[in-house]
C-alpha cells in the first residue's frame, strides 16, 4: 500500500496534550540545539509546525521581551490552542499563524527558523525548507531537531510489537522516518550550507521512567489509523498495562528503556 502523506497521529485536544508531554522530555535536547545555533535576545524567530506552542515558549524566553517568536501550523485548531497556552503562560512576545509554509508571508526578514519534528512530516521536506528560508535575514540561523525511526527488532515482546505498530503506522501515513539522518541531504537541496550535527537519544533506566508512558501515548494516538491501515486490530493492545509490562521485560533483559534517536542539526544559512 502506498504512503499516504497523513498526519496519523491525529489533530486533537488529546494529540495536543500528548505534545505537551513529549516536549518536557525532548526540550533539554532541543535547548541545546538552539544554544549551539546561536538563538539569542532580541532575534525574531520562525517556528515551523509550532503544534500546542511548547517550542515558541521556550524560545520566548531565549530571545526575551525584546525579540518575538512566530509559531507557523497548517492546523487552526492547534493555533488556538497554543494561544491560548502561551497567552495564559504570560508570553506577549509570541505570536502563532495558521498557515502553510509556502504561503505565509512575514513582515519583515527573520533572524531564525526552527522546528521540531515538522520536516519528517512534509512531503518534500527540502521544498518545504526551501519555502521557508525565503524569509531568512542574510547570515540567519536554520536549526531543526528530527528522529531517525527505524524497525523495531528482536524477539516478540510487548515492546517490540508496540514499536513496529508506531513506525510501520507513520511509515503507511507518508512520514519521512529517516528524516533525521536526511538532514545534511536536506539543507543542501534546499540551499543551505552542510549543517552542524549531533545524534543523541533518550534512554532511561529508572523504575517507573516516562519513556514507558510516552511509548504508550504514542501508540494510543497512532492507533486509529494503525486500525485504519490494517497495522493493528481493535483490543490488539492493552493501552493501561503497556508500560508496565514493558518496563518488567526491559528489566528482565537488563536494557534501559530507548526512543528513537534524535537527530540535531543547524547552520548559518
Known amino acids: 500500500m502506498p504512503p499516504e502523506n497523513h498526519y496519523a497521529l491525529g489533530r486533537t485536544q488529546k494529540e495536543y496534550a500528548r505534545l505537551s508531554r513529549q516536549s518536557a522530555l525532548l526540550d533539554p535536547l532541543t535547548q541545546r540545539l538552539f544554544n549551539d545555533a546561536g538563538i539569542a535576545p532580541g532575534m525574531r524567530v520562525l517556528d515551523l509546525g509550532s503544534g500546542a506552542g511548547d517550542v515558541c515558549m521556550m524560545l520566548a524566553r531565549m530571545v526575551g521581551p525584546e525579540g518575538c517568536v512566530i509559531g507557523l501550523d497548517h492546523d487552526p485548531d492547534a493555533v488556538e490552542h497554543a494561544r491560548e497556552r502561551a497567552a495564559a503562560a504570560g508570553f506577549p512576545n509570541i505570536e502563532f499563524v495558521a498557515s502553510g509554509f509556502a504561503e505565509y508571508n512575514p513582515r519583515e526578514p527573520v533572524d531564525a527558523i526552527v522546528g521540531r519534528l515538522v520536516l519528517m512530516y ?109 497495522i493493528a486490530t481493535e483490543g490488539q493492545f492493552d493501552l493501561k498495562t503497556l508500560p508496565a509490562c514493558v518496563e518488567a521485560e526491559l528489566q528482565a533483559a537488563g536494557y534501559p528503556m530507548m526512543v528513537a534517536p534524535n537527530i540535531l542539526a543547524w547552520c548559518v544559512a
Open 122 to 230: 512534509q512531503p518534500d521536506p527540502s521544498a518545504a525548507l526551501a519555502a521557508a528560508i525565503r524569509h531568512l535575514r542574510p547570515g540567519g540561523i536554520v536549526a531543526f531537531h528530527e528522529i531517525w525511526m527505524q524497525p523495531a527488532k528482536g524477539p516478540d515482546s510487548n515492546i517490540v510489537r508496540a514499536a513496529s505498530c508506531i513506525v510501520e503506522t507513520m511509515r503507511h501515513s507518508g512520514a519521512h522516518l529517516d528524516a533525521g539522518a536526511r538532514l545534511p541531504g536536506i539543507f543542501t537541496a534546499a540551499g543551505l550550507p552542510v549543517p552542524q550535527l549531533r545524534c543523541e537519544q533518550l534512554m532511561d533506566a529508572h523504575p517507573g521512567s516516562p519513556l514507558y508512558q510516552y511509548l504508550a501515548d504514542t501508540l494510543e494516538s497512532l492507533l486509529p489509523k494503525a486500525i485504519e491501515y490494517g
